[in-house]
T-cell receptor
Framework: DAGITQSPRHKVTETGTPVTLRCHQT?????MYWYRQDPGHGLRLIHY???????DKGEVSDGYSVSRSKTEDFLLTLESATSSQTSVYFC??????????FGQGTRLTVV | KNEVEQSPQNLTAQEGEFITINCSYS?????LHWLQQHPGGGIVSLFM???GKKKHGRLIATINIQEKHSSLHITASHPRDSAVYIC???????????????FGKGTHLIIQP
């Protein structure tokens, strides 16, 4: 699993509340990604990071922000959660140019 | 928009059958991944291909760069192979867009005993 840990694994939150998901890696890889997985859409890129304090938007970044203050942690924040953000969120890292390893996922329900 | 198409979307087969899942993509890539996801589970990378063919146990993955097509084969299928299989590509040139993988929607495979 390349030392990737996501937390929490499950969360239920109310509409309008802020939520932060954490992705932690133990091997100092430069590239980290946040994806969401929804039925009928497959996985889609939310944001990614190519180093400390270096982040960029993906395909579905609206309503999300990220931060990477340390190499090992990549945080995904929903500033004001909406029901459309109910999803399973996966963190991934890239090793070299092509390898991909994924975290176990975080199931988020916004009620 | 660069697309990754998988077929079939759903596949039910009997134990022991030879399984083929297909993936096609639209532009040049630097790598193609085959991923496996069990119900409620995480995502595991089975293969990473940039050319040719790879084999691991009963799983075989092939890629044809000229035709922009890849296949995942499972020989002597078993109920424990039941999972979602996902094709994902890293494009050679994102055209100024985001980094990251582009995913197919997955193939839901059920192997009945």
């Amino acid at each position: 699993d390349a030392g990737i840990t996501q937390s929490p694994r499950h969360k239920v939150t109310e509409t309008g509340t802020p939520v932060t998901l954490r992705c932690h890696q133990t091997e100092n890889h430069r590239y980290m990604y946040w994806y969401r997985q929804d039925p009928g859409h497959g996985l889609r890129l939310i944001h990614y990071s190519y180093g400390v304090k270096d982040t960029d938007k993906g395909e579905v970044s609206d309503g999300y922000s990220v931060s990477r203050s340390k190499t090992e942690d990549f945080l995904l924040t929903l500033e004001s959660a909406t029901s459309s953000q109910t999803s399973v969120y996966f963190c991934a890292i890239r090793i070299g140019n092509t390898e991909a390893f994924f975290g176990q996922g975080t199931r988020l329900t916004v009620v | 928009k660069n697309e990754v198409e998988q077929s079939p979307q759903n596949l039910t087969a009997q134990e022991g059958e030879f399984i083929t899942i297909n993936c096609s993509y639209s532009v040049g890539i630097s790598a193609l991944h085959w991923l496996q996801q069990h119900p409620g589970g995480g995502i595991v990378s089975l293969f990473m291909l940039s050319s040719g063919k790879k084999k691991h146990g009963r799983l075989i993955a092939t890629i044809n760069i000229q035709e922009k097509h890849s296949s995942l084969h499972i020989t002597a299928s078993h109920p424990r192979d039941s999972a979602v299989y996902i094709c994902a590509v890293r494009y050679s040139y994102s055209g100024g867009g985001a980094d990251g993988l582009t995913f197919g929607k997955g193939t839901h495979l059920i192997i009945q005993p």
